[in-house]
């Protein structure tokens, strides 16, 4: 069977930064990539970039090997014409339909956290006593992590960010960095394209954000000044793990990627919540409730299956009738 390339970054995300409308699809547009430790830029395919083959191939199990990958399907397909619709000037101010919501940003969002090699690094540092176990011991947890930020995502603030005349968002190869609004509040901030990026946030611990009824929601729109964009930029940057991509060579030019980066990604989880773990536990399901009540499709997760047959020969445990030796 051959190699599946799978993208750690939605390719269409990626082409979406080119300067170019065309091709139609955004995978084959042209992209400028600056890399950490590399003074020079090359201009790509969007396709190309943001990939390891079989990355998230499940090996060794009982179920079928791309049913990970398929996951991110759930949601890839809807987000090209999502960000049209945000960056389109005529769209409803604040308004944002309830599907686009629950089942692409919510697991767009969710994915980009557990998706990139920072994932990778920080799940293996933590569960090095079970190396060689699991063959897959790092996507079955992404499948566990992905279902449950999803559930903590809609405790979140939600803000799209519009960038002003003639500024442009970049975009690392996490799709995805740190961002301290003010002290002790720090955000995640997504570009979705060079003019639109969404900021998610933590709330009052004492709330239970419910997705409201009705077909449309109304999250926060802001629109940011130069210096603003100037700023999330350079978190882009700093916190990118090996790529930064933009349509303009000019905006690469002058960015300086040192060899390594000079802090550690937080853990996500800790960015958009306080909540103590155990209280976070109801939100396993509480994404796919929504999408229940909503009567929206839910994707399939692999079904995993982590018992593990115990030991042979355990000593029994000594009894009160048992006689003393």
Same mark, same amino acid.
């Given at each position: ?13 990626? @082409? ?38 079989? *990355? ?6 009982? %179920? ?7 996951? &991110?399907?759930? %949601? ?10 945000? =960056? ?6 604040? /308004?944002?339909?309830?599907? =686009? ?24 540092? %933590? ?8 063959? #897959?011991?790092?996507? $079955?947890?992404?499948?566990? #992590?992905?279902? /449950? /930020? ?7 603030? &939600? ?6 005349? !003639? ?14 609004? +003010?002290? !002790? ?9 060079? +003019?639109?990026?969404?900021?998610? @946030? ?19 729109? &802001? ?13 882009? *940057? ?5 790529? *930064? ?26 960015? $958009?919540?306080?909540?103590?773990? #155990?209280?976070?536990?109801?939100? #396993? ?5 929504? /999408? ?11 079904? $995993? ?21």
């Amino acid at each position: 069977m051959g190699r599946s390339l799978q993208h750690r970054l939605p390719a269409a995300i990626v @082409g979406g930064f080119s300067n170019s409308t065309t091709p139609a699809s955004r995978r084959d547009r042209s992209v400028w990539v600056r890399r950490r430790g590399s003074t020079g830029l090359q201009r790509v395919r969007a396709g190309t970039v943001g990939g390891s083959y079989d *990355v998230y191939t499940l090996i060794g199990r009982p %179920f079928k090997g791309s049913e990970l990958d398929d996951v &991110w399907a759930y %949601f890839e397909a809807s987000i090209p014409s999502l960000i049209d619709r945000l =960056s389109s000037p005529n769209r409803p101010i604040g /308004l944002i339909d309830r599907s =686009s919501f629950l089942t692409v940003l919510v697991p767009y969002v969710s994915a980009a956290l557990v998706r990139g090699d920072d994932y990778d690094d920080r799940f293996k540092a %933590f569960m090095t006593h079970l190396s060689g176990q699991f063959p #897959d011991n790092t996507n $079955i947890n992404r499948t566990i #992590d992905f279902d /449950l /930020l999803c559930g903590r995502l809609l405790r979140c603030s &939600w803000i799209f960010c519009t960038a002003p005349a !003639g500024e442009r968002f970049l975009i690392n190869d996490l799709g995805w960095s740190p961002m301290v609004v +003010a002290p !002790g509040d720090a955000r995640i901030f997504l570009p979705l394209s060079p +003019a639109v990026a969404l900021m998610v @946030g933590r709330v009052d611990p004492s709330v239970w954000t419910r997705v409201p009824g009705g077909a449309t929601l109304q999250p926060g729109f &802001w629109s940011i000044s130069a210096d603003q964009v100037g700023r999330v930029n350079q978190s882009a *940057v700093d916190f990118c793990y090996r790529d *930064v991509y933009s349509g303009s060579r000019f905006e690469l030019e002058g960015l300086e990627l040192p060899n390594r980066r000079s802090e550690e990604l937080p853990e996500p989880r800790e960015v $958009i919540t306080r909540f103590p773990e #155990d209280e976070m536990r109801p939100a #396993d399901t509480d994404w796919r409730d929504e /999408l229940v009540r909503a009567d929206l499709p839910t994707p399939q997760l692999p079904v $995993i299956n982590l018992a593990i047959p115990p030991p042979v020969n355990l000593p029994r445990e000594p009894t009160d009738s048992a006689p003393e030796s």
